[in-house]
């Protein structure tokens, strides 16, 4: 099987070349190698590469920047989940896409699912979306919606991600801003990304499917476990939407449920099992 990955510099789509790679033909391109959103890049990528499978790690994740420049997130977010629809769909290729808990409004206060209408408040948010619904027009898609994301980073890649800006911090002894009344369900890449192929290996029905690990914590609470797996004293310097005033809004509550998900035999560990074994694996 020849699997193509794009966005393979991010920390999900380094993940997901390491966790196919074992077994498969892995195509990982980054973006200086394939513009997703220019349709006829794409279609002579497919034409060379042949694939029997489509896996899109690329992503516009500036969300503060996207408020005064909303064409770039679409053009990577939107447009590029429809170019690689419509090119898997004329070769009846499966076609892996990610989103994200920013489609909602954080207006609730338990664990989205897949059945909750969802509610963008911002570009980045609204790019997203529309990037769902483009990729779920390929009749062989399944969009897996993450959040938070942590894992180990590429070979040259830069982004460290929320949490692993939140570990670099303790680990130097900085005072650690972090949000007390932001609630997320944090995803270690490495679970995502076996749960990407054991979804494919099952031939799970295609559609939207919620890829986190498991419980509902804020930012506040993950940076204090952290802290005491590490071994390290937490200066936390507490903040809240309000007083942090980004330029973006950010919803409150996303924590996101992965019931559907455990429903069809893909039980994603909780959190703190995740948290655990990243750091021993990486810190």
């Given at each position: 099987m020849r699997v193509l990955v794009t966005g393979k510099q991010g920390l999900l789509g380094s993940a997901i070349v390491r966790e196919f790679s074992a077994a498969t033909d892995v195509i990982a391109l980054g973006h200086d190698e394939l513009?997703?959103?220019?349709?006829?890049?794409v279609?002579?990528?497919?034409?060379?590469?042949?694939?029997?499978?489509?896996?899109?790690?690329?992503?516009?994740?500036?969300?503060?920047?996207?408020e005064d420049h909303p064409s770039d997130a679409l053009e990577v977010n939107a447009f590029g989940a429809l170019a690689l629809a419509r090119a898997s769909s004329e070769r009846?290729?499966?076609?892996?896409?990610?989103?994200?808990?920013?489609?909602?409004?954080?207006?609730?206060?338990?664990?989205?699912?897949?059945?909750?209408?969802?509610?963008?408040?911002g570009a980045y948010a609204a790019s997203k979306l529309l990037g769902d619904w483009f990729a779920l027009e390929a009749p062989r898609s399944w969009v897996l919606r993450v959040e938070s994301l942590f894992?180990?980073?590429?070979?040259?890649?830069k982004r460290l991600g929320s949490l692993g800006t939140i570990l670099e911090s303790i680990r130097r002894g900085d005072a650690v801003p972090v949000f007390t009344d932001r609630t997320v369900s944090p995803s270690y890449t490495a679970d995502v990304a076996r749960a990407t192929r054991e979804l494919l290996e099952r031939g799970a029905a295609p559609g939207l499917y919620h890829c986190v690990n498991?419980?509902?914590?804020?930012?506040?609470?993950?940076?204090?476990?952290?802290?005491?797996l590490m071994g390290f004293p937490l200066?936390?310097?507490?903040?809240?939407?309000?007083t942090a005033r980004l330029k973006a809004r950010r919803p409150r509550y996303c924590a996101l449920s992965n019931a559907k998900l455990a429903g069809i035999g893909i039980v994603m560990p909780t959190w703190q099992d995740a948290l655990a074994r990243y750091l021993s694996a990486a810190w």
């Open positions: 513009d997703v959103s220019n349709q006829g890049a279609t002579a990528t497919f034409s060379d590469a042949k694939p029997d499978v489509v896996i899109n790690c690329a992503a516009y994740n500036n969300v503060d920047r996207a009846s290729i499966p076609l892996v896409h990610y989103s994200s808990d920013f489609v909602f409004d954080g207006e609730k206060n338990s664990p989205y699912t897949e059945e909750d209408a969802p509610n963008p408040r894992g180990t980073r590429a070979p040259g890649g498991s419980g509902a914590v804020t930012w506040a609470q993950v940076a204090t476990e952290a802290a005491r200066r936390m310097q507490p903040l809240t939407l309000e």
